[in-house]
């Protein structure tokens, strides 16, 4: 194993610049406009692409506390009668859809609960929402249906309605066990809760429990980054997804930079990459292998993470919720992102749909490639016989680059990146982007 601890622990407030790192999407979100909505309701009156799977996304707003690097849409102030009102929305909303071409009688392959914190809501408006739903989108055939935790929300019964509901990928929003990290970044939870959680997890014998960390929090340091690892080798889940600390628009960690005041004191990006590069070596000591640039699966659980993979490799995905992002037929689209608007426009019986995005089949090519590469590799040959095209020869320029600079490998048809390359894959993946989106704001 590398020297696990550099002379000097570097912690920068400028290090770590606002705006986000993490790549989910190609073109950027801000290419996104109001205008193409009606292609939207263009293709959903179409018949589905052969052959393409159907995802379900739920957008849960809700969540105890707002952590200070989050920036996705949360409320922290909803009462029970507000959470009914949203709940009794999302089942609308997916009655909508259910007689459209593009998704009438069609199996929904992997279902997918996200936050927000779904483990939030009671078990009685769980049950409900999961009834509803599926009167109008059943996902009896569903491959795989995750969910996001927060340990702090659970409770025995809870756990019992989650795996009753038929959960297959528990993901338990960790973090971090040191308690006064978890404090200072605004975590809810606290590790005696997840300490309590974790039994009725295994008696419940979910079939993929994984955990999430994030490499450096406000207040790590090497001692509390190897004490939160081998916390996570004990609880041995079947995955760790460790994602590295940013600084996008609208959290409050960043709101204190783009106001002129101190930054939070964050490791800078080589100390963050070197806490990922010490977890995942402890863990492929332990029996784990890498699955992507941020997943690391033990050996032996087979059960593959069906929502990434099939989104990156081009499935649609319909989203419910205030916010969602979704594609359908090759058409990007987003939700309504505030509460009153999304609320007002599904009463009314419209799609909350805000705005959307049609790519060019180049940058559907493009999107796929700069996704997989996220899993560390790529097989040219899938490409080819979908997009017709030698990625080899397409992308040559950025590939060519990423071997000059020892980040990445060309064997055949396969193209790998070597690990420095995977610690810091989203920040190689604009060279690949066409050059008017080089520079563009991200969301």
């Keep these: 194993m590398a020297n696990p601890e550099p002379a000097t622990q570097t912690l920068d407030p400028t290090s770590t610049e606002v705006g986000s790192v993490f790549v989910s999407n190609y073109p950027p979100y801000s290419q996104w406009t ?22 379900l996304y739920m957008h849960i707003p809700f969540c105890r506390r707002r952590c200070k690097f989050c920036y996705f849409r949360v409320f922290t102030d909803r009462n029970s009668d507000q959470i ?64 996001e935790c927060e340990p702090g929300t659970l409770t025995r019964s809870k756990l019992e309605a989650i795996r009753g509901i038929g959960v297959t990928r528990l993901s338990l929003g960790v ?20 300490d309590r959680v974790l039994p009725w997890v295994a008696e419940l014998d979910f079939p993929q429990l994984n955990i999430d960390l994030i490499a450096g929090m406000v207040g790590e340091t090497w001692e509390t980054w190897k004490h ?15 994602y590295q600390m940013e600084l996008p628009y609208n959290t409050v960690y960043s709101k204190q930079v783009l106001e002129g005041g101190d ?42 993470f069906v929502y990434r993979d099939s ?40 799609l909350p749909v805000s705005r959307a995005f049609v790519p060019s089949e180049d ?24 997009f017709g095209v030698d990625i080899r020869e397409r992308f040559l320029q950025p590939l060519a680059e990423l071997q000059e600079e020892n980040l990445l490998d060309i ?16 920040t190689l993946l604009p060279k690949f982007y066409a050059p008017e989106y080089r520079g563009a704001r991200y969301t």
């Excluded at 199996?107 to 996200?114: E, H, K, L, R, S």
């Design 263 to 304: 930054g939070p004191p964050i490791a800078n990006w080589e100390l963050k990459r070197e806490w990922q590069a010490y977890a995942f070596e402890r863990l492929a000591e332990n029996g784990y292998r890498v699955s992507s640039a941020y997943t690391m699966v033990k050996e032996g659980c087979h059960d593959p």
């Design 84 to 147: 009914q009102g949203y709940i009794d929305a999302l089942i609308a909303e997916a009655a909508m859809y259910k007689d459209r071409a593009a998704l009438a009688g069609r199996p929904v392959d992997f279902v997918y609960f996200g936050g927000g914190t779904p483990s939030y809501i009671s078990v009685k408006h769980l049950e409900q929402l999961v009834a509803g739903v599926q009167e109008s989108l059943p996902w009896d055939q569903a491959r795989e249906i995750a969910f």
């Design 228 to 242: 939160t690892i081998d916390r996570t080798l004990e609880v041995s889940p079947d995955s760790v997804t460790i």
């Design 175 to 194: 973090e971090n066990f040191d308690d006064e990290i978890l404090k200072e970044n605004g975590r809810a939870h606290v590790t005696k809760e997840i």
């Design 311 to 350: 989104l990156w490799q081009g499935a649609d995905l319909l989203p419910l919720g205030v916010s969602s992002f979704g594609h359908l037929s090759g058409v990007h689209f987003q939700n309504e992102s505030g509460w009153t608007p999304y609320l007002e426009r599904v009463e009314q019986g419209e």
């Design 411 to 426: 064997e055949g048809d396969r193209i790998e990146l070597r690990r420095p390359g995977l610690l810091r894959v989203d």
């Design 363 to 386: 940058e559907k090519l493009t999107r796929e490639v700069i996704l997989q590469l996220k899993r560390g590799w790529l097989d040219r040959r899938p490409f080819q016989e979908k």
């Design 34 to 55: 109001p205008e193409a909505v009606e292609e939207v309701h263009r293709v959903l009156d179409q018949p589905p692409r052969p052959g393409v799977p159907l995802g």
